[in-house]
């Protein structure tokens, strides 16, 4: 359980280029953060370095539990889910197959990915291959794996883009139970979440 | 445990799923080793002599055709970020990925050995030894391979990478599997040749998951 996030004087090099740096701030359980900026600004790249993919020029990113300051790569390994752009689905296999094998790799159990995919309206899309589900319905399947398999961290690159209104609305539902239940967001966004977030610009 | 049995599982199912992994692999090694008489002629004598060598080269391609994919598929699709960030460190998921590679194809191919080595003309009695031989240079292959595919994440013509990277590292497997298995055909003493191999392939097994875990973190970055 991650109860805080802190990323303390944060800096992204990519290649010759640095992206940003500075960055200083933090989210409390229950907390949203919506990371905005232009296009080039760095925010799949702070979410990337929040991950542990990414190793910062400068600065660090401290997660801290309950019982004090985790050890990152187990908090990350434990705690923390990444939705990015590309949503990990392999085409080829049926979306059932393919949720049940993310839920269960992130710790969740199969029961509890069937009942997501019914909270995300998914129903008989489950029965098809990946590859026939449009993006959005791709991105349905991708976020039900936030739902089945609890982390208390939610690294969240452009969740909403491919969605339709109806799709946003109910994950603004889920996002708001998941703050409420303790858990921290941190969203790459361009479009305003459905859901009250502080604003940490990048780029600016 | 469970983490481990689910990540093996999914890797089996694309591989067999797909028809990709020992269809392909069986395919090309009977098709590599019924070429051979066509272009050396028919002659028993001559087949004989090779046949332990022929069968070796035909399992070290065979073994390489499904490599490439091995990382890259779940590297463009961003299922690579999703086990990086799963409950297994990435050296164990590496490993997994790589033992499954090996049952999918490395397995068959063992099976297949033997027949396709009998029916050029090696000793029955060797086939069981060859079988094995197989099964132990097909793990080699698997994890060297794997590391190889791995590097290869990172550049555009990954294909040639891990031929450039690989083969060299397969030399020794070959050389020592091959030798085994000659040595057996001759009725000689094949021991030590066999002992050099297991080692070699005990030895992939073991280091060639931190190679794959540090190239695949390289690429994610």
Redesign the interface.
């Known amino acids: 359980m991650i109860a805080r996030l802190d990323i303390e004087g944060l800096a992204v090099r990519r290649g010759e280029r640095l992206l940003f740096a500075g960055v200083s701030f933090g989210l409390a359980a229950g907390e949203a953060v919506a990371l905005t900026g232009p296009n080039g600004a760095g925010k799949t790249s702070l979410l990337r370095a929040v991950a542990g993919f990414i190793r910062p020029a400068q600065g660090r990113v401290r997660f801290i539990g309950a019982a004090g300051e985790l050890e990152p790569d187990e908090a990350r390994r434990r705690a923390c889910h990444l939705i990015g752009h590309q949503d990990g689905l392999e085409t080829s296999r049926i979306g059932r197959e393919e949720l049940v094998f993310q839920t269960r790799r992130a710790g969740g159990r199969q029961a509890a990915a069937l009942a997501a995919a019914d909270r995300l309206e998914l129903g008989r899309l489950l029965d098809l291959e990946v590859r026939m589900l449009s993006a959005g319905q791709r991105r349905r399947l991708a976020l039900c794996r936030l739902i089945a398999a609890p982390r208390s961290l939610w690294l969240l690159d452009e969740p909403l883009a491919p969605l339709d209104a109806m799709s946003r609305a109910l994950f603004g539902q889920v996002m708001d139970e998941h703050l409420r239940g303790g858990g921290l967001i941190l969203a790459a966004v361009h479009d305003p979440l459905p859901i009250a977030a502080r604003i940490v610009e990048l780029g600016g | 445990m469970?983490?481990v049995g689910?990540?093996l599982r999914?890797e089996m199912?694309?591989a067999w799923?797909?028809g990709g992994g020992p269809l392909l692999a069986v395919g090309f090694f009977t098709a590599a080793t019924t070429m051979l008489p066509l272009a050396v002629g028919p002659s028993p004598a001559h087949l004989a002599a090779v046949a332990g060598g022929v069968t070796w080269v035909a399992l070290v391609l065979a073994s390489l055709l499904s490599l490439e994919r091995l990382f890259a598929?779940d590297f463009?699709?961003?299922?690579l970020?999703?086990?990086?960030?799963?409950?297994l460190?990435l050296e164990a998921a590496a490993a997994v990925k790589c033992l499954a590679q090996w049952l999918a194809a490395g397995a068959p191919l063992a099976l297949a050995a033997p027949l396709a080595a009998v029916a050029l003309g090696a000793r029955p009695a060797a086939g069981p030894m060859i079988a094995v031989a197989a099964a132990l240079g097909g793990l080699a292959f698997a994890f060297v391979g794997g590391a190889g595919a791995a590097l290869a994440l990172s550049s555009r013509r990954g294909g040639v990478l891990i031929a450039v990277v690989v083969l060299p590292l397969l030399a020794p497997p070959v050389i020592f599997g091959g030798a085994a298995v000659g040595a057996c055909e001759a009725g000689l003493a094949w021991g030590a040749a066999f002992a050099l191999l297991a080692a070699y392939a005990l030895a992939a097994v073991a280091l060639a998951p931190f190679a794959m875990a540090a190239a695949c973190?390289n690429a994610?970055?």
């Not at chain 2, 463009?76 to 299922?79: K, L, P, S, V, Y």
């Open positions: 469970s983490a689910v990540l999914r199912a694309l799923g797909r598929r463009e699709d961003g299922a970020d999703l086990i990086a960030l799963g409950p460190p973190r994610l970055s």
